[in-house]
C-alpha cells in the first residue's frame, strides 16, 4: 500500500518534472501559470493533467487541436513512479533517516530533470547542477563525510571529460557534459565514480552503434550524452562498489 502511494507521488512528480523542463527551455516562470498545450496553447484543464490516465483517455491527442502529444509525458511520468518506489525501498533497507530520504529523493529528481533536459534540447542549464551539488555538499558536511575524497573525484572527472572535449574540439560532448561529471564524481567518490564513467560509456557506445546500424542516426548527428551519464550513476550509485570489485576478480 505504502509503495502504491509512493508511486503514485511519482507519477505526479514525473508529470511536474515534464512542466519545469519545457517551461526552463521557454524561459517561462515554473511555478505560476497553467499549462497551455504545446501546439495550440490552448489551456489545459485538470482533466487533460492526470499523470498517464489523460495521455490513455485521451489517445495521446490533444483535447483541442487533435494533435499527437509526445510519448515523452507518459514515459518520464511511469519512470519516475519506479525510480521513486526504488528509492523508497533503498531507503528502507538502509538506516531509514528522514535527511537521507529528502537527499535521494532530491537528487534522483534533478538527475532526472537533467535527463529529459539534455534528450530534449541537448544542453544542460548549470542551475540543474548546481543546485543538486549545493544539496549533496551540505547533505556530505552533516554526515562528516569525506569532503576532500569526493571533491577530488569530482575534479578528475571534470579534467578528463574536459580533455576528451579539447581533443574532439568539442563534437562529442559539451561543456555541460564535463560540468555534469564534477557533480557526479562529487556524488559518487572514487571508486563508484570509475562504475558510472565506464557504464555510461558502454552504454552510450551500445546505443550509438544500435541507431547507426537502424540508420536512425547518422555517424555525425549529435546525441546527448547527459542521459548516458544520468544512467551511469543510478548504476553506480546502488551497485558501484560490487561491480568495482566483480570486475578487478576478472583482471
Ligand atoms: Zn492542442
Redesign the pocket.
Known sequence: MIYFFVFIIGLIAGSFFNCLVSRMEEGRDFVLGRSR?S??A?LLSWQDLIPLLSFFLLKRR?R??R?KISWQYPLVELVTGGLFVWLFYFWLSQEPLLSSLFFLFLVFSFLIIIFIYDFKYLLIPDSLILIPLLITFIYFLSKEVNLWHHFLAGLFSFLFFLLIVIITLGKGMGMGDVKLVFFLGFLLGYPDILVALFSSFLIGATIGVGLILMKKKKMKSEVPFGPFLVIGTFIAYFWGINLFNWYLTLL
Open positions: 498545450c501546439f495550440c490552448h490533444c483541442y487541436c494533435e
